[in-house]
């Protein structure tokens, strides 16, 4: 089985550009969640999507950013606008079900540098 | 704010050795733990979890101890060996969300 696969593996946006951030879940899962971790420190939650619908958002920055798990294709967290503060590398993870003991599988990442 | 913490950032055994991680929480209503080991430049890979109706679970050279009185949580690796080298994440499972500590590095020296 294919694990978590995201896409691309590095971006490089200038400030004030958009950046596309994909994730495609194992296989039988429906639950995908997108962390960011900061050079030398932990992954920080961000959002929690089930298809089509966001669970859980409180991680999220207001402004800027925003994630979307279609009915088809891949989960997709967009950032607008980007600015320095957002250099970062944003892991996604999946799971089966949203129960409880069920481990989350992640991806090796998206890590964003922004000039 | 965080409910999940490290002892110590950095750790280094000889190989061979056991190694010991550990990992404090502040939630005592806390009732599912995992364990990440992630290596450069890749994402945190799944180790081993454990509910809070166990106290102890054991893997493949891996055990995690959970002691709910003290909110304390341990990882012990057996016979260290240097594929073991990465750093290590205690995270907390809260409504679906993971909350991470802030990792040790292990170092194992030949």
């Known amino acids: 089985n294919a694990g978590v696969m995201q896409n691309p593996r590095h971006l490089v946006r200038r400030r004030g550009q958009e950046a596309r951030l994909r994730c495609s879940p194992m296989k039988g899962h429906s639950h995908v969640y997108w962390y960011r971790q900061l050079p030398e420190e932990g992954l920080k939650f961000m959002v929690y999507l089930q298809k089509e619908n966001i669970i859980d958002e409180s991680g999220m920055p207001k402004e800027r950013f925003s994630a979307e798990f279609p009915k088809e294709g891949p989960s997709i967290l967009r950032i607008q606008q980007v600015v320095r503060g957002d250099s970062a590398a944003y892991f996604c993870?999946?799971?089966?079900?949203?129960?409880?003991?069920?481990?989350?599988?992640f991806g090796d990442g998206t890590r964003l540098s922004i000039l | 704010g965080e409910s999940v913490g490290l002892h110590l950032p950095t750790l280094s055994v000889q190989e061979g050795d056991n190694s010991i991680i550990n990992c404090a929480y502040s939630?005592?209503?806390?009732?599912?733990f995992i364990w990440y080991k992630q290596e450069s430049g890749k994402g945190p890979q799944f180790i081993i979890d454990?509910?809070?109706?166990?106290d102890k679970r054991q893997g493949q050279r891996v055990t995690v101890l959970l002691n709910k009185t003290v909110k304390h949580l341990s990882l012990q690796i057996a016979a260290t060996q240097p594929g073991d080298s990465a750093v290590y994440f205690c995270?907390?499972?809260?409504?679906?969300?993971?909350?991470f500590g802030q990792g040790t590095e292990l170092s194992v020296k030949p």
């Open positions: 454990i509910r809070s109706n166990m």
């Open positions: 993870a999946s799971s089966p079900t949203g129960t409880l003991g069920q481990p989350q599988h």
């Open positions: 995270a907390e499972n809260q409504g679906g969300k993971l909350i």
């Open positions: 939630n005592s209503a806390s009732d599912y």
